[in-house]
C-alpha cells in the first residue's frame, strides 16, 4: 500500500533475565530511508538489530513488514520476504571464494528455481547474479579470490554482497565500520551512499561522521529506550541527546 513504512516497529521490548535490554521501543521506516540507529556501548542497538532479523524472539511488540506482521517469524522466512542482516561478527566462508559465498546466497535465495537448469547452466546462471552483486559492491577483481585472503574492508564489502544476493531490499548493517582502515571506511561509506538510491537501510554505528553525513533520519538509544528520533540536525542539536551520548564521545 502506498504510503505504508517499509518497516514499522511498535512497543518491541527483549528482557535478559532482569535486564530489560530493548524497551518499548517504535520506529516507522519509509522505503528508501537511511535510519542509522546510534547510541553509548550497551544501549541495545544490537540485541534490536536481532529482533528485526529474527534471531531473536521479542517479548513484546510488533515488527510490520510492509504492512505485514513478520513479529512471529523465524529469520529465513524474513530473508525469503526481503529483510536480510550483515553481521557484525563475520558469516563468510573463508575457505570458499568470494564468488562462491555470494552464489550460495543466491541459490539459497532461489531454492529450487535453479533446478530446471542443466547443471552447468545453473552453475553459470547461479555465478552470474553473484558477480552482479559483487558489481554493486566493486569487488568484481576479487571473485576468484579465496575469501580469507580479502583485507578487513573487503570481508565488509563481501557481507553486504552476501545481503544483496539474497534479494534483500531492506538491509540490517551492524557496524560495518568497525575496525575499518581510513580507506576501508570511506570505500565503504561512498557503497552505502550509492546502496541507499535502491534499498531501505536500518544501520547501527558508532562513527558519527558515517552517520551524520548517510543518515536521512537516526534514532538514540540508550538503556534500551529511544530518547530521540529525527534528522541528524533535530539529533545532534537535541539537548537530552548531547547530554546522554554525544556529550559523552566529546569528554572522551
Ligand atoms: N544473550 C544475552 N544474554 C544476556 N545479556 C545480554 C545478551 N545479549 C546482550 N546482553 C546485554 O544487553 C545489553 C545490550 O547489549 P547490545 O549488544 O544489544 O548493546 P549495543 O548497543 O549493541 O552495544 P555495543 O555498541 O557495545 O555493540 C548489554 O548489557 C549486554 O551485556
Same mark, same amino acid.
Given at each position: 500500500?502506498?504510503?505504508? *513504512?517499509?518497516?514499522?516497529?511498535?512497543?518491541?521490548?527483549? $528482557?535478559?533475565?532482569?535486564?530489560? @535490554? +530493548?524497551? %518499548?521501543?517504535?520506529?516507522?521506516? *519509509?522505503?528508501?530511508?537511511?535510519?542509522?540507529?546510534? &547510541?553509548?556501548?550497551? =544501549?541495545?542497538?544490537?540485541?534490536?538489530?536481532?529482533?528485526?532479523? &529474527?534471531?531473536?524472539?521479542?517479548?513484546? &511488540?510488533?515488527?510490520? #513488514?510492509?504492512?505485514?506482521?513478520?513479529?512471529?517469524?523465524?529469520?529465513?522466512?524474513?530473508?525469503?520476504?526481503?529483510?536480510?542482516? $550483515?553481521?557484525?561478527?563475520? $558469516?563468510i566462508l573463508d575457505g570458499f571464494s568470494v564468488l562462491e559465498n555470494v552464489a550460495?546466497?543466491? !541459490?539459497?535465495?532461489?531454492?529450487?528455481?535453479?533446478?530446471?537448469?542443466?547443471?552447468?547452466? $545453473?552453475?553459470?546462471?547461479? %555465478?552470474?547474479?553473484?558477480?552482479?552483486?559483487?558489481?554493486?559492491? %566493486?569487488?568484481?577483481?576479487?571473485?576468484?579470490?579465496?575469501?580469507? %585472503?580479502?583485507?578487513?574492508?573487503?570481508?565488509?564489502?563481501?557481507?553486504?554482497?552476501?545481503? #544483496?544476493?539474497?534479494?534483500?531490499?531492506?538491509?540490517?548493517?551492524?557496524? *560495518? #565500520? =568497525?575496525? +575499518?582502515?581510513?580507506?576501508?571506511?570511506?570505500?565503504? @561509506?561512498?557503497?552505502? !551512499?550509492?546502496?541507499? =538510491?535502491?534499498? +531501505?537501510?536500518?544501520?547501527?554505528?558508532?562513527?558519527?561522521?558515517?552517520?551524520?553525513?548517510?543518515?536521512?533520519? @537516526?534514532?538514540?538509544?540508550?538503556?534500551?529506550?529511544?530518547?530521540?528520533?529525527?534528522? *541528524?540536525?533535530? @539529533?545532534?542539536?537535541?539537548?537530552?541527546?548531547? =547530554?546522554?551520548?554525544? &556529550?559523552?564521545?566529546?569528554?572522551?
Open positions: 500500500m502506498a504510503g505504508e *513504512p517499509h518497516l514499522e516497529v511498535e512497543g518491541l521490548s527483549k $528482557s535478559f533475565g532482569a535486564l530489560r @535490554v +530493548t524497551d %518499548n521501543i517504535s520506529i516507522a521506516v *519509509p522505503r528508501g530511508e537511511l535510519h542509522a540507529v546510534i &547510541g553509548p556501548n550497551g =544501549a541495545g542497538k544490537t540485541t534490536l538489530i536481532h529482533q528485526l532479523s &529474527g534471531q531473536l524472539k521479542s517479548d513484546f &511488540g510488533r515488527i510490520r #513488514l510492509e504492512g505485514a506482521d513478520i513479529t512471529r517469524l523465524q529469520m529465513p522466512e524474513r530473508v525469503r520476504r526481503g529483510l536480510a542482516r $550483515s553481521f557484525q561478527i563475520t $558469516s550460495l546466497a543466491v !541459490q539459497a535465495r532461489s531454492g529450487s528455481s535453479f533446478r530446471f537448469f542443466a547443471r552447468a547452466a $545453473s552453475e553459470a546462471a547461479l %555465478n552470474a547474479e553473484a558477480m552482479e552483486a559483487l558489481a554493486r559492491v %566493486n569487488l568484481i577483481d576479487r571473485a576468484h579470490r579465496t575469501a580469507a %585472503n580479502l583485507s578487513h574492508g573487503e570481508k565488509r564489502q563481501l557481507e553486504i554482497a552476501i545481503a #544483496l544476493a539474497t534479494g534483500a531490499e531492506l538491509l540490517l548493517l551492524d557496524e *560495518p #565500520l =568497525a575496525g +575499518t582502515s581510513h580507506e576501508e571506511s570511506a570505500a565503504l @561509506v561512498a557503497l552505502m !551512499q550509492e546502496l541507499k =538510491a535502491s534499498h +531501505t537501510i536500518i544501520l547501527v554505528e558508532h562513527d558519527m561522521e558515517a552517520v551524520f553525513a548517510l543518515a536521512d533520519r @537516526v534514532s538514540v538509544l540508550v538503556y534500551g529506550r529511544i530518547i530521540a528520533s529525527g534528522t *541528524p540536525a533535530e @539529533v545532534r542539536d537535541d539537548p537530552a541527546v548531547r =547530554a546522554a551520548y554525544l &556529550g559523552e564521545e566529546e569528554a572522551a
